[in-house]
């Protein structure tokens, strides 16, 4: 059974920092990897998919990487800003079929606090 | 944006009384899915959809049915609520493509008392 493990599960530094999230799983047959931003009583915001074949993805601040076969993820923030703060949640889904049994399986997530 | 609503947002119900989540979406995707937030949980799969009337189990599915009669719609309902079934509910969608990318709704806070 896959398990996707985040720690720590929060953590709370000064703004400008750059910051490495860390996500783990236990079984590599992943076909992608989503990153997500919850905000506190809201929906989950898609941040970044890495797919299997994939080792990084970028978009603005954020970068995220894949190392499959340690069962490894990290979203690195550059130069955090309290507006960062959030929820952050990592997520896999197992191997494609055709049945769309295709299951996110989630972390707990990191509760992440930029002080100004 | 998905375009992707939930209704109700909020509700408040008793213990042993039906109750029914709807999801809808305007842009026709095939996939749906049902999950549900709790502390020391994190998100977990209820049922999903891969078409009308097209239907299976997730991982926590006992409590609830699904109902698809239409693309737009995927219902949820749990026939006899409980004080365990008080959570945070979010729909999700996922668009046909090689990415299998999913986005959620925002979510219905049910408080069963």
């Known amino acids: 059974k896959q398990e996707v493990t985040q720690i720590p599960a929060a953590l709370s530094v000064p703004e400008g920092e750059n910051l490495v999230l860390n996500c783990s799983f236990t079984d590599s047959a992943i076909y992608n990897l989503q990153w997500f931003r919850q905000d506190p009583g809201k929906g989950l915001t898609s941040l970044l998919l890495?797919?299997?074949?994939?080792r990084e993805q970028t978009s603005g601040r954020l970068n995220a990487s894949l190392d499959k076969s340690s069962g490894r993820s990290t979203l690195y923030i550059a130069a955090s800003q309290p507006g960062d703060s959030a929820t952050y949640l990592c997520a896999v889904m197992a191997g494609h079929t055709q049945g769309g049994s295709e299951k996110l399986v989630f972390g707990k997530g990191m509760k992440l606090t930029v002080n100004p | 944006d998905a375009g992707i609503t939930q209704s109700p947002r909020h509700k408040v119900t008793e213990t042993g009384t039906p109750v029914t989540l709807r999801c809808h979406q305007t842009?026709?995707?095939?996939?749906m899915y049902w999950y549900r937030q709790d502390p020391g949980h994190g998100l977990r799969l209820i049922h999903y959809?891969?078409?009308?009337?097209?239907?299976d189990k997730g991982e926590v599915s006992d409590g609830y049915s699904v109902s698809r009669s239409k693309t737009e719609d995927f219902l949820l309902t749990l026939e006899s609520a409980t004080s365990s079934q008080t959570s945070v509910y979010f729909c999700?969608?996922?668009?046909?493509?090689?990415?299998?990318?999913?986005?959620f709704g925002p979510g219905t806070r049910l408080t069963v008392t």
């Open positions: 890495i797919q299997s074949s994939q």
């Open positions: 999700a969608i996922r668009p046909l493509s090689i990415r299998s990318e999913q986005y």
């Open positions: 842009e026709n995707h095939r996939y």
């Open positions: 959809s891969y078409g009308v009337k097209d239907t």
